[in-house]
């Protein structure tokens, strides 16, 4: 059976780091025996300047059709301030596929404790998953613009929150066993819905894994302070996108973290957390890790496929226990010098 992958580029440094996700995919399939597809199409800024619009039609069906898709990245200045902007494409993917549940896992490698801008005692194992409701919220509420008066409309149902805290405690149960749910339910009344939803599902299914709450305020220091004290991580649209690009700092680089986007089915969506970086696109020194990170995702949730996807994540860890560093780790190695040695790893 073939599996087929939509490559969506994007924008800035996205092709470039895709690429090597790509050939990533094709070593380890191929060392593993897997069938692979792959079919490039516009999206984001480059589709807006192809097509007029950041998701063409034909781009969505190809994405509808596919077993799993690789994102590199959207949006720079150059469409700023238009009519349609790229990461208008991105919210209408995760929309339209019903991509409910973002996983960006956090995890320190040991060799890179020292880049962390926290004391290397205090990352030391970090090991964080978060998972990030992806389609409700702030995002996608109704928007009002009257005169010198906006509006964003944030809301969730029951049904909303009870999927993804799902994917949550499942995950936990395969991890430390704890969740912390963070909202703001001092506040908020679709956080005081949340809180609630969460704690009865809990007690009615998961009540192995240890449950606890904490506001978004207070998760945000503790974060920082204490962060080996998380294991999974449950939250909203917008605490989420936040807190997990502050918690991609702990790593050492937001260029080595990767993510996944998934639904009911076994079809998701995988991009590194970083964005387009248009200030070094084309330099070749983007950190191409992310990228490669989320197509060993990719092989794990959608291909079912977890040697594969371990034999990437082993040779990532690998590159950097040698001591292969790219220019935001304090490195001299290109974008394409650090994949080819990652792939090299791939083989053996």
């Excluded at 929150?161 to 799902?166: E, H, M, N, S």
């Excluded at 009540?207 to 506001?215: N, T």
């Excluded at 702990?250 to 998934?262: K, P």
């Excluded at 990532?316 to 290109?334: F, H, K, M, P, W």
């Amino acid at each position: 059976m073939s599996h087929k992958i939509v490559v969506l580029p994007g924008d800035g440094v996205g092709p470039e780091v895709v690429d090597g996700a790509v050939q990533a995919l094709v070593v380890a399939a191929d060392k593993f025996g897997l069938a692979l597809e792959f079919d490039a199409l516009p999206f984001g800024g480059a589709a807006i300047d192809e097509y007029g619009e950041p998701l063409p039609p034909h781009t969505l069906v190809a994405c509808k059709n596919a077993s799993a898709i690789l994102l590199g990245a959207v949006g720079g200045p150059q469409w700023d301030g238009g009519e349609q902007r790229p990461e208008a494409g991105l919210l209408g993917l995760r929309s339209a596929l019903n991509l409910f549940a973002n996983l960006r896992p956090v995890n320190v490698h040991p060799a890179l404790a020292e880049h962390s801008p926290l004391r290397a005692e205090r990352v030391k194992d970090v090991d964080i998953l978060i998972l990030r409701e992806l389609t409700g919220g702030l995002y996608f509420g109704q928007k009002r613009r009257d005169g010198d008066t906006a509006s964003d409309v944030c809301s969730y149902s029951r049904d909303e929150i009870i999927r993804a805290a799902r994917v949550a405690f499942t995950a936990a149960r395969r991890r430390r066993r704890h969740v912390t749910s963070i909202d703001k339910a001092n506040v908020l009344e679709t956080s005081r819905l949340w809180r609630e939803t969460v704690s009865a599902l809990h007690e009615a299914d998961y009540a192995d894994v240890e449950l606890r709450h904490e506001l978004v305020d207070s998760a945000a220091m503790k974060l920082i302070t204490s962060p080996g004290s998380y294991d999974v991580v449950l939250t909203e649209n917008l605490f989420g996108d936040i807190l997990s690009d502050e918690c991609s700092v702990l790593a050492g680089s937001i260029g080595l973290l990767g993510s996944a986007s998934l639904g009911s089915s076994a079809l998701g969506l995988y991009e590194p957390i970083h964005g387009s970086a248009p200030d070094i696109a084309g330099q070749n020194i983007a950190n191409p890790i992310g990228a490669i990170a989320s197509a060993a995702m990719l092989l794990r949730h959608s291909l079912n496929a977890p040697k594969a996807a371990q034999a990437i994540d082993d040779a990532i860890y690998n590159v950097l226990q040698e001591g292969a560093r790219t220019r935001d780790l304090g490195g001299t190695l290109s974008c394409t010098q650090m994949i080819a040695k990652i792939i090299a790893h791939i083989r053996q």
